[in-house]
């Protein structure tokens, strides 16, 4: 909980959720109205922010990654890139569940700079790290790809732009496990509801539907083949290329 609460406490996050009633009202992201940029590009300026947000992000990551790792179904894979995968924090549970199966963390130059040797995943070549851009560089071919808590941050047209580099760079029998917190119009999930709203605040983005996700999905070249439902707030989306 404490990279949590350090995230919240930082002037840079509790700022913007005071206009959260002007994006409310109007759709604008309270983020760039504060700081007249976006969460991204202003982490990308200022390192001490980027390090407690990365913290965050990993602390997250880690508290759901083996139950999520499991659920991927890799048995069958040797080569995984893990797309905005930050501190590799994910790719580790993925090592340690499948031992034949190496990862490449592909992320910002500024985020896979920080990304720490793996801890005990066996070999640390199992492991490494790819800089990019996923709106216009592809990562590395593999047989599987995952994008967790990625799509949530961007609008509609800016997924389709990261899913379109990813099936650039897919070859054709690959997969795709989306991660995300996948709405039920039927219940009422706090929980998503409340990221929902956040993703308002900070970044554009929104928390999305199955139908939503699939039609995303198969605009860029995917088909959504299966959704797998965990013991964790998340849900994984398993795509195909088409």
Request: include cysteine; charge should be negative; hydrophobic fraction near 45%.
């Amino acid at each position: 909980m404490r990279p949590a609460a350090l995230s919240y406490g930082q002037p840079w996050w509790w700022r913007p959720w005071g206009n959260l009633l002007d994006s409310v009202r109007t759709g604008r992201t309270a983020f760039d109205s504060v700081f007249h940029e976006s969460l991204f590009p202003f982490l990308g300026r200022n390192p001490d922010a980027a390090a407690v947000f990365n913290a965050n992000m990993t602390a997250m990551s880690a508290t759901d990654a083996a139950t999520l790792a499991e659920a991927f179904g890799l048995n069958d894979v040797t080569a995984v890139v893990d797309v905005g995968g930050g501190h590799g924090a994910i790719g580790t549970a993925i090592l340690d569940t499948y031992p034949q199966t190496s990862v490449v963390v592909f992320d910002r130059p500024d985020v896979v700079a920080g990304l720490p040797h793996t801890q005990g995943a066996g070999d640390g070549d199992r492991l490494r790290s790819v800089a990019g851009d996923f709106f216009t560089d592809a990562p590395p071919e593999a047989d599987a790809y995952v994008l967790k808590d990625i799509l949530h941050d961007w609008t509609d047209e800016q997924c389709r732009t990261i899913l379109h580099t990813i099936r650039r760079a897919a070859p054709p029998h690959a997969r795709l496990l989306v991660v995300e917190r996948v709405l039920d119009p039927a219940q009422n999930d706090l929980g998503s509801a409340l990221v929902d709203i956040t993703m308002l605040v900070m970044t554009g983005g929104k928390e999305r539907t199955n139908s939503q996700y699939a039609a995303l999905l198969d605009a860029a070249g995917w088909q959504l083949v299966d959704q797998i439902s965990t013991t964790t707030a998340y849900t994984v989306l398993a795509a195909r290329a088409t």
